[in-house]
């Protein structure tokens, strides 16, 4: 039986089994794909501390993994495809089989949320994107649209300047979600034009974007823009299928922890985008990370003296 096994080697995942290498005790990370998480999809992480210019999110995901296997961490690829959840036993079932562990941690992240309109999927991949950093570089000198309001759509936006002859941000409301030095930067490009109180109704084309059909929500009027992209960053569901029904979540589907990162479950942790809480960074995730870590060796100890 192993004594920790961690879902997912984003930046919580990662940190988790650093503390958890480095405390002795024997932990593997479980990721259905490369470590990473959604950094990867960032460009420059301009906001953890200890890089002053900034960093690439592959290079700070690359930095992270050397330091968690230097001390002795396991990352293993494999899927996740069910769980078994109590305070006596959990079990880890993989596409490889099935694994016992005393105690788990939740670092599964979350995944781009999507608007659920007409066009969306057939042109996913034909146009419609949700990573200006895997995507962008297919607009050169075109327009294209991003839709949302929050820190990732106007940060991406900004970043497909780069590319774009025009970048048009859709928002919902007259007033961005984003932290304010971002909107000051994204006021001060001249290739990117603000669209407010707007929705986007249906993705036009057949075999490539070719416009986005939208309503303004205060005048009803309706309208065509023609776009050869559309990037789409209205938040994100948290990866919580394989728990729900097993532990607390909360409205939008996140997980409920206390202070200790501990969910519903006894020797259940969770850490990072997956969980319940107000602000989702690489700096909060790495925290939790470490927090989780922690609990999970206190959890095992207590066990040890039963
Ligand atoms: P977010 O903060 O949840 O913002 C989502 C945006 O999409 C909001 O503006 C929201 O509008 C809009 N939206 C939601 N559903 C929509 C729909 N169905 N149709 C149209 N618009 C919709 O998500 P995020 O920007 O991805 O950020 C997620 C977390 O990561 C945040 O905590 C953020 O601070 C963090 N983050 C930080 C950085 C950074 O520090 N540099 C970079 C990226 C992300 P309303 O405003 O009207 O709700």
């Given amino acids: 039986m192993k004594d920790l096994i961690i879902i997912g080697a984003g930046p919580a995942g990662l940190t988790a089994g650093l503390y958890a290498a480095r405390a002795r005790l024997e932990a593997v990370a479980f990721e259905r794909l490369a470590p990473g998480g959604q950094v990867l999809n960032t460009d420059r992480v301009e906001n953890y501390p200890g890089f002053p210019e900034g960093i690439t999110g592959f290079e700070l995901i690359d930095r992270m993994k050397r330091q968690a296997e230097n001390f002795g961490l396991l990352i293993e690829s494999r899927e996740v495809v069910e769980l078994e959840l109590s305070p006596e036993k959990k ?26 309109i007409e066009g969306e999927s057939l042109l996913t991949g034909k146009g419609v994107s949700y990573c200006a950093t895997c995507d962008g570089f297919f607009f050169r000198d075109q327009e294209v649209a991003v839709i949302g309001g929050g820190d990732t759509a106007v940060e991406e936006a900004i970043f497909l300047t780069r590319f774009a002859s025009k970048v048009h941000l859709i928002h919902r409301r007259d007033r961005l979600r984003a932290v304010r030095l971002l909107e000051e930067r994204a006021r001060a490009e001249e290739k990117i034009s603000f669209i407010w109180d707007t929705v986007p109704l249906k993705i036009e084309g057949r075999n490539g974007v070719e416009g986005v059909r939208l309503k303004n929500v205060k005048t009803g009027e309706e309208s065509l823009l023609p776009v050869s992209g559309v990037f789409v960053f209205i938040g994100y569901t948290p990866t919580t299928d ?30 990072g985008d997956i969980r319940s809480k107000a602000l989702r960074q690489v700096s909060t995730a790495v925290g939790e990370g470490a927090a989780a870590a922690f609990s999970a060796e206190k959890y095992i100890e207590n066990l040890k003296g039963r």
């Fill in 91 to 116: 079990v880890v079932v993989t596409d490889q089989g099935p694994e016992e562990t005393k105690a788990l941690i939740l670092a599964c992240g979350a995944v781009p949320r999507k608007l659920g």
């Fill in 242 to 271: 394989l728990v729900k029904g097993l532990l607390e979540l909360d409205q939008g589907g996140f997980v409920v922890t206390d202070e200790g990162m501990e969910t519903s479950v006894p020797g259940v942790f969770a850490a």
